[in-house]
Antibody, heavy 114, light 110 residues
Framework: VQLEQSGGGLVQPGGSLRLSCAASGFAVSENFLTWVRQAPGKGLEWVSVIYPDGKTYYADSMEGRFTISRDNSKNTFYLQMNSLRVEDTAVYFC?????????WGQGTLVTVSS | EIVLTQSPGTLSLSPGERATLSCRAS???????LAWYQQKPDQPPRLLIYGASSRATGIPDRFSASGSGTDFTLTISRLEPEDFAVYYCQQYGGSPPGGTFGQGTKLEIK
């Protein structure tokens, strides 16, 4: 099982960015898929999850701005981030599971700054 | 939302010593839904404990955990050099589905 992240980078406040998490060794369509973030020097913060049945959930501060999705044909899931704020600056991790995350991506840094 | 408070914020110990880390919840947590993670710099977290007391695959038996209700504890019986890291507790199973993390305890070499 591997999770390979891409995307991320520097974006201005109000801008958009899409993170990708390519899975191998398991089918994204059959698993809970999660995003967790970590602001510089800070702790972990749960961001979003997509269920195998397609239901999606978000942390309150991301609701309406972030969208989690998946592409079963590419075995990849995504985090579309819109209306980005300075406080969204963080390393974003993808993970397999609803909880008890054994498998993680390597993390990708998103910097929101003018 | 359940708030998890970890203590101490920083714990300074020497290799070979025993470490006791605390995680206190603002309301009762089903122990089935309490996990502990270890994180080293520039790495994703590593699952240590799930279900409040079950070691994840490959985790040495010097790591143990217990607790119920609002008070949970992670114990490292004899610290090895590789154990110095930041430790997080997580509760889940309610709303939001991914739950919440504690703010972390940094275990540093004395």
């Amino acid at each position: 099982v591997q999770l390979e992240q891409s995307g991320g980078g520097l974006v201005q406040p109000g801008g958009s960015l899409r993170l990708s998490c390519a899975a191998s060794g398991f089918a994204v369509s059959e698993n809970f898929l999660t995003w967790v973030r970590q602001a510089p020097g800070k702790g972990l913060e749960w961001v979003s999850v997509i269920y195998p049945d397609g239901k999606t959930y978000y942390a309150d501060s991301m609701e309406g701005r972030f969208t989690i999705s998946r592409d079963n044909s590419k075995n990849t899931f995504y985090l579309q981030m819109n209306s980005l704020r300075v406080e969204d600056t963080a390393v974003y991790f993808c993970a397999r599971g609803l909880s008890n995350y054994i498998y993680w991506g390597q993390g990708t840094l998103v910097t929101v700054s003018s | 939302e359940i708030v998890l408070t970890q203590s101490p914020g920083t714990l300074s110990l020497s290799p070979g010593e025993r470490a006791t880390l605390s995680c206190r919840a603002s309301q009762s947590v089903n122990s089935v839904y309490l996990a502990w993670y270890q994180q080293k710099p520039d790495q994703p977290p590593r699952l240590l404990i799930y279900g409040a007391s079950s070691r994840a695959t490959g985790i040495p038996d010097r790591f143990s955990a217990s607790g119920s209700g609002t008070d949970f504890t992670l114990t490292i019986s004899r610290l090895e050099p590789e154990d110095f890291a930041v430790y997080y507790c997580q509760q889940y199973g309610g709303s939001p589905p991914g739950g919440t993390f504690g703010q972390g305890t940094k275990l540093e070499i004395k």
